[in-house]
């Protein structure tokens, strides 16, 4: 089971909108609706922003979100702030010996 | 408030075995899915192996199948992992991570132990 994928960097300014893609197979993204994004600070522990591709956990600004289209899942930042500089992966539940998969990471830069 | 403490991480040779240990507290640990999630140094994360609330499912990722060893004690709120013939590419920070049963996403987690495998 391979990664999936995502940019590696996006940039944006603040206040404005920036969408990380993340890509995967029918037999992962596309096949269940079981895609959760994590933000990581460095040196920090990974914190859950979105669950099940486009729910919000109780703590976490609406300026993120999350939608699926097919074999790739997607998160949007919006009104963009320094605090979000980070990195960013998406996780999906996979119908294989591996139970889950992790995207490969995307480092957001706020300019 | 939720706290998950990973601890046993160090420096070991190629071949020996480590068991990591992660502290559950403030919540019903009995309740929750654990996990085992690694992150090589400045690469990505990747999940390792998970275990249900009763022990009854386990599972692993494929490069570990064999070497390590996931359990937990319910009595004692304590998530364990034994990794056995150890490689360089399993050094890598060790996270613990919280799951409810039935979900599929991570919660809480710990703020990691680091594994080193070096001769």
């Known amino acids: 089971q391979s990664a999936l994928t995502q940019p590696a960097s996006v940039s944006g300014s603040p206040g404005q909108s920036i969408t990380i893609s993340c890509t995967g197979t029918?037999?992962?993204?596309?096949?269940?609706?079981?895609v959760s994004w994590y933000q990581q600070h460095p040196g920090k522990a990974p914190k859950v922003m979105i669950y099940d591709v486009s729910n919000r956990p109780s703590g976490v600004s609406n300026r993120f979100s999350g939608s699926k289209s097919g074999n790739t899942a997607s998160l949007t930042i919006s009104g963009l702030q320094a605090e979000d500089e980070a990195d960013y992966y998406c996780s999906s539940y996979a119908s294989s010996s591996t139970l889950y998969v992790f995207g490969t990471g995307t480092k957001v830069t706020v300019l | 408030e939720v706290q998950l403490v990973e601890s046993g991480g160090g420096l070991v040779k190629p071949g020996g075995s480590l068991r990591l240990s992660c502290a559950a507290s403030g919540f019903t640990f009995s309740s929750y899915t654990m996990n085992w999630v690694r992150q090589a140094p400045g690469k990505g994360l990747e999940w390792v192996s998970s275990i249900s609330s009763s022990s009854r499912y386990i599972y692993y990722v494929d490069s570990v199948k064999g070497r390590f060893t996931i359990s937990r004690d319910n009595a004692k709120n304590s998530l364990y992992l034994q990794m056995n013939s150890l490689r360089a590419e399993d050094t890598a920070v060790y996270f613990c991570?919280?799951?409810?049963?039935?979900?599929?996403?991570?919660?809480?987690w710990g703020q990691g132990t680091l594994v080193t495998v070096s001769s």
């Open positions: 029918s037999s992962d993204v596309g096949g269940y609706n079981y």
């Open positions: 991570a919280r799951r409810r049963d039935g979900y599929h996403w991570n919660d809480y």
